[in-house]
């Protein structure tokens, strides 16, 4: 059965740093990209990042682009998001979502996420 | 970036009915890079379809997508009390991914 579990959501001030993980089971972890979703409270879902299976590419939406770095770790099976230079809009769940291989850029599997709150 | 704008906003309907869900791209999207999700309250998002018309495993076959280019649909033939809740579309092109603002689905 696959399952993604995310961890390291929390409270933290605007311009701080936070460190999500993700830890997957259930499929050939290095076969498949990996992303992170996020979602504003009440609001719609934002893609954040995907990184390839080998780890070698890495893209990001514009909104975090210079303050995020995507990294997989292969042989433990994880996934990691290190959030720098925080804003308030940065706030909401984030989502780690496997790529489907033949679903065209779908996600078919994700996580139930972890709360990332950044107030001061 | 290609701008997802789903419509309406919100569909109220009563179970038993039929359910048609638009989502419009700001330019044309491939037909293979075009899915739709269901999320619940307090629940992580659910693929129904991807390729703009395959349904996921286990997708009741009363879901059903349609489109190409700029205009995708999603119908539900009949409503099941389980179909309320809000649906995304998404797409994929030149390494961006896009999700549409959602439609609630309510009774």
């Known amino acids: 059965e696959v399952q993604v579990l995310e961890s390291g959501g929390g409270l933290v001030q605007p311009g701080g740093s936070l460190r999500l993980s993700c830890a997957a089971s259930?499929?050939?972890?290095?076969?498949?990209?990996m992303s992170w979703v996020r979602q504003a409270p009440g609001k719609g879902l934002e893609w954040v990042s995907v990184i390839s299976g080998s780890g070698g590419s890495t893209y990001y939406a514009d909104s975090v682009k210079g303050r995020f770095t995507i990294s997989r770790d292969n042989s433990k099976n994880t996934l990691d998001l290190q959030m720098n230079s925080l804003r308030v809009e940065d706030t909401g769940v984030y989502y780690c979502a496997k790529l489907y291989s033949y679903g065209g850029g779908s996600f078919d599997y994700w996580g139930q996420g972890t709360l990332v709150t950044v107030s001061s | 970036e290609i701008v997802l704008t789903q419509s309406p906003g919100t569909l109220s309907l009563s179970p038993g009915e039929r359910a048609t869900l638009s989502c419009r791209a700001s330019?044309?999207?491939?037909?293979?890079?075009l899915a739709w999700y269901q999320q619940k309250p307090g629940q992580a998002p659910r693929l129904f379809i991807y390729g703009a018309s395959i349904r996921a495993t286990g997708i009741p076959d009363r879901f059903s997508g349609s489109g190409s280019g700029t205009d995708f649909t999603l119908t539900i033939s009949r409503l099941e009390p389980e179909d309320f809740a809000v649906y995304y579309c998404?797409?994929?092109?030149?390494?961006?991914?896009?999700f549409g603002q959602g439609t609630k689905v309510e009774i």
């Open positions: 998404q797409q994929y092109g030149s390494s961006r991914w896009t």
């Open positions: 330019q044309s999207v491939s037909s293979s890079y």
């Open positions: 259930g499929f050939t972890f290095s076969s498949y990209a």
